[in-house]
Structures are given as structure tokens and as C-alpha cells.
């Protein structure tokens, strides 16, 4: 027969194990809920590694798509493919890509940061685009298509020989090739079709004076693109139609100064400290000497210059 105390003992015992057992069953029952909830995102496994729900919504954030296709989850899983194919060949310690990763994660910072501080901006007035488009008549109301077709040769190939050829009159683009082929060098063609909304002011103006057939010279690095004028069409873009891109391009704008300012107050903020090396750097903002000396070229072959090669963008 028992006593008190041992029948107190052994009811004690019995609650204990009656808690644990307890507690162990709310436990398994949380695992099993969270396996259950975990395996209810993932949508797709590549060797191991899932593919969730909250990726596809990422994406469709992303790249502001309405809804869940097969071809986003194909191209997730192809993403994962090449994601895993770089780790198995230890690309993820590569100090080149490592660079890069840390790279992309600071613009991801530095532009959410951006997205928390500055306010969506708003809608331009009616008067504000009217105005854009009446300064702006290359890229409107006067708006042309010009078709270049240009060769593109190495920049050492480019001998004054070469200019003086391409600067004479009534020669075209075919007496150039010809005179390549019989020197030997090699040299690639394209067809490139621009508006003069999509240059520089400068170019435009360059091109005004140019006749179909003319030809000039881009440089770009060690790279030279003879190009010449085929042909120059007018293409009007009326108010109506130009109201949208005036519209967005006024909101970017006005986004890009909200930006800056934003910029400037941490900068007025911060301590910066430049190494002597830096100091170094060369000023692409500031005129040169030549520039502040004289002002805007005097020269009509330097403005010219200067127009084509500000110009080299317009071909890309």
C-alpha cells in the first residue's frame, strides 16, 4: 500500500510526463505546420535547391507583370541552373564576381534608399509639356530619320591617308570599302537608323549642313566608324503624340533632381576625405584649358569635330 507522500511523488510524475508529452506534441504539431507551410511556396526544385512563391511575386514586382506565367517560373528555373552550374565550378569565390555581387548589392541599398526618401513625383502641368515640345523641335515638331551605314575599323588603320580619301568630293562609302579591300584591311558593315531625337544637339546641327552621301568619322577608343549619310527623312511627331514621352521624361527628370538634392544633403552631412591620387582624377565637368581660354570653338572643322564625336552615343 502507498503512501501519502509516494502517491503525492508518483501524481507528480505522472503531470510531468503529461506536460512534456504535451509540450512534445505542440512542438511536432508547429514542425509539421512549418514544413506544410514551407513546402505550400515552393513551386519548383532544381538539384535541391526550391523555387518559391515569393521569388515569382518578386518577379512579377520586378518586372511588372499582372500574372504567374509558365515561362517566368521556366526562366526562374533556368536562372537556378546557371546559379547552381557557377557554384559547382566555385565561381561564387571568384574575387571578380565577388566584386560584382557586392556591387549589386550596394546599388540595391543605395537605390532603396532613394525609393524610401524621395516621394513619387507628380504629373507635369499641360503647360510644361507644351513647353518642352515647342524648345524642342529636333526631337518633335522637326524631327528627321537619318540612315548611316558605316564601317567600323580598327583606329590605328585610320591613316590620313584614309581621311584625306573620305574627304574628297563625290567620293562615297563603296570608293572607302574598295580602298580598304586593296590594303588589306578588315573591316565590318552596318545599317544604322537614327531620329535626331535621339542625338545631340550638337550632331543635329552638324548633320543639317550635310548632304546625303557626305561622310565623317567617329572615334571610339580604338575603334574608328566611317559613316556616311544615306538618306534623311522627315518624321513629325505631333503634340498629341509626344505628350506621353514629354510626360515621362519630365517625371524622370524631376525624380533625378529630387535625387541629387538628396545626395547633396548627405554630402553637406558627411565627412569626405579625398587621397592624393583621387585629386588626380581628371574633371570631366570642368572645361579644359583650351575651353576656358577660348570659349566655344572658333574653328568651323573643330565644331565639327567635337559635334561628331559628342555624337557617338546616337550610333549605339
Same mark, same amino acid.
Given at each position: 500500500?502507498?503512501?501519502g507522500k509516494?502517491?503525492v511523488r #508518483?501524481?507528480?510524475?505522472?503531470?510531468?510526463?503529461?506536460?512534456?508529452?504535451a509540450l512534445l506534441m505542440?512542438a &511536432?504539431?508547429?514542425?509539421g $505546420?512549418?514544413?506544410?507551410?514551407?513546402?505550400s511556396?515552393?513551386?519548383?526544385?532544381? @538539384?535541391?535547391?526550391?523555387?518559391?512563391?515569393?521569388q515569382?511575386?518578386?518577379? =512579377?514586382? +520586378?518586372?511588372?507583370?499582372?500574372?504567374v506565367?509558365k515561362?517566368?517560373l @521556366?526562366g526562374?528555373?533556368?536562372?537556378? &541552373?546557371?546559379i547552381?552550374?557557377?557554384k559547382?565550378?566555385? =565561381?561564387?569565390?571568384?574575387?571578380a564576381?565577388?566584386?560584382d =555581387? $557586392?556591387?549589386?548589392?550596394?546599388l540595391?541599398?543605395?537605390q532603396? /534608399?532613394v525609393?524610401?526618401?524621395v516621394?513619387?513625383?507628380?504629373r507635369p502641368?499641360?503647360?510644361?509639356?507644351e513647353?518642352?515640345?515647342?524648345?524642342?523641335?529636333?526631337?518633335?515638331a522637326?524631327? +528627321?530619320?537619318?540612315?548611316?551605314?558605316?564601317?567600323?575599323?580598327a583606329?590605328?588603320n585610320?591613316?590620313? $591617308? &584614309?581621311?584625306g580619301?573620305m574627304e574628297q568630293t563625290g567620293?562615297?562609302l563603296?570608293?572607302?570599302m574598295?580602298?580598304? @579591300?586593296?590594303?588589306?584591311?578588315q573591316y565590318a558593315r552596318? #545599317?544604322?537608323?537614327k531620329?535626331s531625337?535621339d542625338?545631340p544637339?550638337? *550632331?543635329?546641327?552638324?548633320?543639317?549642313? *550635310?548632304?546625303r552621301?557626305?561622310?565623317f568619322?567617329v572615334?571610339?577608343?580604338p575603334?574608328a566608324?566611317?559613316?556616311?549619310v544615306?538618306?534623311?527623312?522627315s518624321?513629325p &511627331?505631333?503634340?498629341?503624340?509626344?505628350?506621353?514621352q514629354?510626360?515621362? /521624361?519630365l517625371?524622370?527628370?524631376k525624380?533625378?533632381q529630387?535625387?541629387? #538634392?538628396l545626395?547633396e544633403?548627405l554630402?553637406?552631412e558627411?565627412?569626405? $576625405?579625398y587621397?592624393?591620387?583621387?585629386?588626380s582624377?581628371?574633371?570631366l565637368?570642368a572645361?579644359?584649358a583650351?575651353?576656358a581660354?577660348s570659349?566655344?570653338?572658333?574653328d568651323?572643322e573643330?565644331?565639327k569635330?567635337?559635334?561628331?564625336?559628342?555624337?557617338?552615343?546616337?550610333?549605339?
Amino acid at each position: 500500500m502507498k503512501t501519502g507522500k509516494e502517491a503525492v511523488r #508518483q501524481h507528480h510524475s505522472i503531470m510531468a510526463k503529461a506536460v512534456v508529452s504535451a509540450l512534445l506534441m505542440v512542438a &511536432l504539431a508547429a514542425c509539421g $505546420e512549418k514544413k506544410a507551410s514551407s513546402s505550400s511556396q515552393v513551386v519548383a526544385s532544381v @538539384d535541391g535547391q526550391e523555387i518559391t512563391i515569393h521569388q515569382i511575386n518578386n518577379e =512579377l514586382a +520586378k518586372s511588372g507583370g499582372a500574372e504567374v506565367t509558365k515561362q517566368l517560373l @521556366d526562366g526562374l528555373v533556368a536562372r537556378q &541552373l546557371l546559379i547552381n552550374a557557377a557554384k559547382k565550378d566555385k =565561381l561564387d569565390n571568384d574575387p571578380a564576381v565577388l566584386a560584382d =555581387l $557586392e556591387r549589386a548589392r550596394n546599388l540595391v541599398l543605395a537605390q532603396s /534608399y532613394v525609393a524610401s526618401k524621395v516621394k513619387a513625383p507628380t504629373r507635369p502641368l499641360d503647360q510644361e509639356v507644351e513647353d518642352l515640345y515647342r524648345k524642342n523641335p529636333d526631337w518633335f515638331a522637326q524631327r +528627321k530619320q537619318y540612315e548611316f551605314a558605316q564601317l567600323i575599323i580598327a583606329r590605328v588603320n585610320l591613316t590620313p $591617308e &584614309l581621311n584625306g580619301l573620305m574627304e574628297q568630293t563625290g567620293k562615297r562609302l563603296e570608293d572607302v570599302m574598295a580602298w580598304l @579591300d586593296s590594303h588589306r584591311i578588315q573591316y565590318a558593315r552596318q #545599317q544604322v537608323v537614327k531620329t535626331s531625337a535621339d542625338l545631340p544637339p550638337q *550632331m543635329n546641327a552638324t548633320l543639317k549642313t *550635310m548632304d546625303r552621301g557626305a561622310m565623317f568619322v567617329v572615334i571610339e577608343g580604338p575603334t574608328a566608324i566611317l559613316t556616311s549619310v544615306q538618306d534623311v527623312k522627315s518624321a513629325p &511627331l505631333s503634340l498629341a503624340l509626344a505628350s506621353p514621352q514629354i510626360v515621362q /521624361y519630365l517625371m524622370t527628370q524631376k525624380q533625378n533632381q529630387a535625387s541629387e #538634392q538628396l545626395v547633396e544633403r548627405l554630402r553637406k552631412e558627411a565627412k569626405i $576625405e579625398y587621397s592624393a591620387q583621387a585629386k588626380s582624377f581628371k574633371d570631366l565637368t570642368a572645361p579644359s584649358a583650351g575651353e576656358a581660354s577660348s570659349g566655344a570653338p572658333n574653328d568651323a572643322e573643330a565644331a565639327k569635330n567635337e559635334a561628331i564625336s559628342r555624337g557617338v552615343a546616337g550610333f549605339k
